[in-house]
């Protein structure tokens, strides 16, 4: 696991380098006196999720057919598409999910969004990878780099859906910060 942490520290730290390089070089140690190439001031120059993420994200019923899904990302310009019934965050369907689907000759007109994405939700057996509002971009950056995704899902302080924050918002969140 610690192997693991420092690989992800590693990866971060050199995505940070060539986003804000006025930070390279500076070095935290770790419990074990391990030196780690993160770069700690950077953490409170990045500006808050709320500032940054996306208020109105491609979002799409349950019920509808992957058609929905392909036309929602092209719309707005994403890599996933939040799933929901109701006021109920249901899952997640990236851009890969349904580029597997279109490679395989599949007709997205008749599929059923259901049938094909990663069901999540706030709370419960199987929560989306999510973060609030008032953490900091580099947070967010953070937790897609070790979950391996490229968009979490926002919440506000009761626990309801707010948006999305993807992964080049939080860059730019930290350039700007």
């Known amino acids: 696991m610690t192997n693991l942490y420092l690989t992800v520290l590693g990866v971060l730290s050199r995505a940070y380098e060539n986003v804000m390089p006025e930070c390279a070089g500076e070095t935290i140690s770790s419990a074990s006196g391990n030196k780690l190439d993160l770069m700690n001031n950077a953490v409170e120059m990045t500006r808050t999720v ?40 249901m899952g997640l369907i990236t851009a890969s999910d349904l580029a597997r689907f279109i490679i395989q000759g599949q007709d997205l007109s008749k599929a059923n969004i259901r049938d094909f994405m990663t069901f999540c939700s706030l709370s419960g057996p199987t929560p989306c990878i999510q973060i609030r509002l008032d953490d900091s971009a580099y947070n967010a950056l953070n937790l897609m780099v070790i979950w391996g995704v490229d968009m979490v899902v926002v919440y506000d302080k009761n626990g309801e859906f707010a948006g999305t924050i993807n992964i080049l918002q939080a860059l730019k969140g930290l350039k700007q910060g």
């Open 50 to 89: 709320e500032e940054i993420m996306d208020r109105e994200p491609a979002v799409v019923g349950y019920d509808e057919m992957l058609g929905s899904v392909f036309d929602k990302m092209i719309e707005k310009s994403q890599t996933a598409v939040v799933v929901r019934e109701g006021s109920s965050i």
